[in-house]
Structures are given as C-alpha cells and as structure tokens.
T-cell receptor, first 114, second 118 residues
Framework: DADVTQTPRNRITKTGKRIMLECSQT?????MYWYRQDPGLGLRLIYY???????NKGEISDGYSVSRQAQAKFSLSLESAIPNQTALYFC?????????????FGPGTRLTVL | DQQVKQNSPSLSVQEGRISILNCDYT??????FLWYKKYPAEGPTFLIS?????DKNEDGRFTVFLNKSAKHLSLHIVPSQPGDSAVYFC?????????????????FGQGTILTVHP
C-alpha cells in the first residue's frame, strides 16, 4: 500500500464549484504539504502544516484553504474553482525527527476546471 | 522571484553517456539541497540530497555536486539508462531555524525533462 494517498486522482469540475482534495499518509510524519504543478513552473507550495494545530500559507495560497483533520489527514479545498486552478496537485509529508526536509509525495490529483 | 532555477527545460543524451542536470539558487540561507525524479502520472520521488557542509554526494550512478560560492548544484548520472528518462526537479531548503521564511519548506526549480535514447 502506498504511504501517501490522494483522492480523487482525477477531477473535472465547473467554474464556481467547491472542490475538496484529500490526502492521507501512513508514514507517521508530522509535516504535510500541498503543492501545485504547472508546466514550466515546477512545484509551488500552497499550504503546509507542521503539526495538527499548525497551518501556514505557502507562496500561492489565494483561492485555497486547508484542514488538518488528524496527523495523517490533510485536505485542500478550492472554495470557488476557477479555470486557472487547473493543474496537478500533490500532497507531501516529511519527518521532523530526521532533522532534514526530505519530502515524500503522493501520486497527485489532476484537476480540470472548465 | 525564482529562488531556484533550472535553466535547461530539456536534455537529451545517448544511453551509456553522462547526463548532467544543472540548478542555480539565489537564497544564501539554503543549506540543504535535493533532487527529485518524476515520471508521468506519478508523484515526485526523492533521488539524492546534499548538505551544504559537503561538496559532493554519491549514490550509485547518481552524484550531486554543490558549489556554494557559485550557488550552483548539478546532478550527474553515469551511465545514463533509458529508464532514467523523466522530469528532474532540484529543490532547496533552509534546514536551520535561522532560515527565516525558508525554514522547513522546499523551494523547487522548474524541472528539466531528461530523455535518454537507446
């Protein structure tokens, strides 16, 4: 079984709809992250959480919100989806215990906003 | 402000030859660097990393070199294999608490598409 899972894997929605992407991990890591990938722009950080009670904005948080329901679960919401939020979305985790920031990624969610 | 840059969008090499992927950074607080590989329809997977206290780290066919004075790192793959064809991302982190807004986060480059021809 995969250590970091994301649901759904693919989603097509319409402008203005509310969308939730979910991430679960079995690695026991404290830290979780949401990124989006766009062609030519690499991965950009949307939100991150260092523990259940800690939520921080990344470089492109506008139009997104997150919820850390438990150590193992971190969900990303688009309150009112718009076409330029069409992208690949990745969840990642890392372990503070190692003192380094190697992150482990889920398989991604391909989101299309029409 | 792109703090981590991969200026080559793509690289094509022959099987058995060396692949060299380059990455430049601007933030002097970065002290830990990583390379990730990404296949289509999959998430990025960790490949190799290097701390700023080193200038080289080797793992099998993969070697990462760090030139702190030039704020430059490179990934060497020798020998290259067709299965190495993927997108490669470099990333940087300020692992120490003095890293300001970069602490505990990874900043990624734009990626380089590597194609290894048989």
């Amino acid at each position: 079984d995969a250590d970091v899972t994301q649901t759904p894997r693919n989603r097509i929605t319409k402008t203005g709809k509310r969308i939730m992407l979910e991430c679960s991990q079995t690695k026991g890591h404290d830290r979780m992250y949401w990124y989006r990938q766009d062609p030519g722009l690499g991965l950009r950080l949307i939100y991150y959480s260092f523990d259940v009670k800690d939520i921080n904005k990344g470089e492109i948080s506008d139009g997104y919100s997150v919820s850390r329901q438990a150590q193992a679960k971190f969900s990303l919401s688009l309150e009112s989806a718009i076409p330029n939020q069409t992208a690949l979305y990745f969840c990642a985790t890392s372990d503070t215990g190692r003192g380094i920031d190697t992150q482990y990624f889920g398989p991604g969610t391909r989101l299309t906003v029409l | 402000d792109q703090q981590v840059k991969q200026n080559s969008p793509s690289l094509s090499v022959q099987e058995g030859r060396i692949s060299i992927l380059n990455c430049d950074y601007t933030n002097s607080m970065f002290d830990y660097f990583l390379w990730y590989k990404k296949y289509p329809a999959e998430g990025p997977t960790f490949l190799i990393s290097i701390s700023s206290i080193k200038d080289k780290n080797e793992d099998g066919r993969f070697t990462v070199f760090l030139n702190k004075s030039a704020k430059h790192l490179s990934l060497h793959i020798v020998p290259s294999q067709p299965g190495d064809s993927a997108v490669y991302f470099c990333a940087a982190s300020a692992s120490q608490s003095g890293g300001g807004t970069s602490y505990g986060k990874l900043t990624f480059g734009q990626g380089t598409i590597l194609t290894v021809h048989p």
